[in-house]
């Protein structure tokens, strides 16, 4: 597509539409048709020279973000052992913004949406390409998280167990009956572990 003619359907969208629609339907419009972006952001107007109208290219933003991350890693760090707020604090605080997110989340359908936005052949190339190493290493740093998690969850699991095993099974009804004690008794185990109700 020629600069004349995308720069045409570009104008007409935003001479017809506010800011707000106007910038969404050019997004749609960008996302699905890349000969129309192409168009208006490789346009020559000098040697050598190529306008980037209407916005960056992805490649050199890709390029971008990955030199600034290789460069941040102490300032990462830095940030994490010198935080602005108490972040806990700061979660409380949040909790009604995080309740009025979840019922929009809710009335969007965005959990179905992100589910089916998701690229499942990428996902697994990039947790695989280093053979699990970053798996390994990670559950290795928080070992220590892992082990106080564990001290809490063994003595929950041993009750479950004691009282389960208490239970008769003489009959089906009787072992159908420990089956559905043990699922309530595992709820009531995440609950209790996640400091919530157990009824």
Known sequence: MDYETANLLRRRVLDENDPLTAASLL???????????????HREIAPGVYISNPGPDPQQMTARYLQGVS?????YVEGMKAPRRDPVQAAI?????????????????????GV??????????IATADGGAAFTS??????????????????????????????PQDNDAQREQRLLAARRLMIQVGRRLKGGRTA
């Not at 009604?96 to 969007?108: H, L, M, P, T, Y």
């Not at 892992?146 to 095993?165: D, H, K, N, T, Y």
Request: hydrophobic content about 35%; glycine content about 8%; charged content about 25%.
């Open 93 to 113: 605080r949040a909790k009604g913004k995080w309740a009025n997110r979840v019922q929009e989340a809710i009335q969007n359908n965005s959990y179905e949406a």
């Open 138 to 167: 990670g559950a290795t740093k928080r070992e220590g998280k892992v082990g106080r998690v564990f001290q809490r969850l063994a003595p929950e699991l041993a009750g479950v167990s004691q009282a389960i095993q208490n239970m």
């Open 116 to 125: 089916r936005s998701q690229n499942y052949a990428e996902a697994v190339d």
């Open 27 to 41: 997004s749609d419009l960008f996302a699905n048709n890349p000969e129309v972006y192409d168009a208006l952001h």
């Open 71 to 75: 460069q941040a890693g102490s300032r």
